[in-house]
């Protein structure tokens, strides 16, 4: 059975603080669905109150750290050497349509580097947590690693699509037409976060998409590295926990894929 650290039970303890109104709220998003206004505002209101939960538990537990969230941006610590990374509702979308598939992400980033990790999906009540040099974990008791297929023909790849308001159709279109020629299947559920998770505990055989931010990623990044995997931009150089592109897969299939991405980039 896994043991997580002082450390990381705290970040624990603000996700599933956080969760727990969120999940309140997605029950009521449900029956705001028929509503003619529609449930856009409240969405937004239960998006800023699980970050201000998140940011008093961190803040109590850690005082000084400086905090990097979707809804506040960044605020400055007294200790420069720590930053929080938090998405408090990754899947918007999916939680604005009654979609079940949604999660609190919480980073810890010490000097550049990512260290520690939370992903929680509170109506699944799947808890991904990790520490850098100690592994991944679904839960108390399941290791992550990563799927072992070796052929692009039997994988199952997730990905992102660029929707109203973002940049970059054409260049997807490219890219899905030179992987999905290549693979099982390919997947769009909506949660980079997530996503990333569940390359770690081998339930998607990678994940590409671009032009996603650091608190969607920093704590899945650590996953699939800590779970036996592979992560890098998609381009030549460039960090992808705060750059234009993201893949990760296991170690075989990595520049298969790279392989295919950089074609269509081509």
């Excluded at 920093?218 to 592979?230: D, Q, R």
């Amino acid at each position: 059975m896994a043991t997580a650290s002082a450390l990381l039970n705290v970040m624990i303890d603000a996700a599933r603080k956080a969760a727990r109104g969120l999940a309140r709220d997605f029950g009521e998003v449900t029956e705001l669905q028929v509503s003619k206004k529609g449930p856009a505002d409240f969405v937004t209101a239960a998006d800023q109150k699980a970050e201000q939960v998140i940011f008093e538990i961190l803040e109590k537990a850690r005082p000084g750290y400086g905090f990097l969230g979707e809804e506040r941006g960044l605020v400055e610590g007294t200790d420069k050497t720590h930053t929080w990374i938090v998405d408090p509702l990754d899947g918007t979308t999916n939680f604005l349509h009654g979609i079940p598939h949604f999660a609190v992400n919480i980073a810890l980033q010490r000097e550049g580097e990512v260290v520690a990790g939370v992903t929680y999906n509170p109506i699944t009540n799947d808890l991904f947590w990790v520490e850098k040099g100690k592994g991944a974990f679904l839960g108390a008791e399941k290791r992550l690693r990563v799927a072992a297929r070796r052929h692009l023909d039997e994988s199952i790849l997730a990905t992102g699509v660029p929707f109203l308001g973002k940049p970059g159709h054409a260049q997807f279109l490219k890219e899905l037409h030179q992987i999905s020629q290549k693979v099982a299947g390919v997947r769009r559920f909506g949660a980079a976060a997530l996503d990333l998770a569940w390359v770690a505990a081998g339930r998607f055989d990678g994940f590409w998409e671009r032009n996603l931010k650091p608190w969607d990623v920093a704590a899945g990044v650590l996953m699939v590295t800590e779970s036996g995997g592979k992560v890098s931009t998609i381009e030549e150089h460039g960090d992808p926990v705060g750059g234009a592109s993201i893949l990760a897969a296991n170690q075989e299939l990595h520049p298969q894929v790279l392989e295919r991405l950089r074609a269509a980039a081509g």
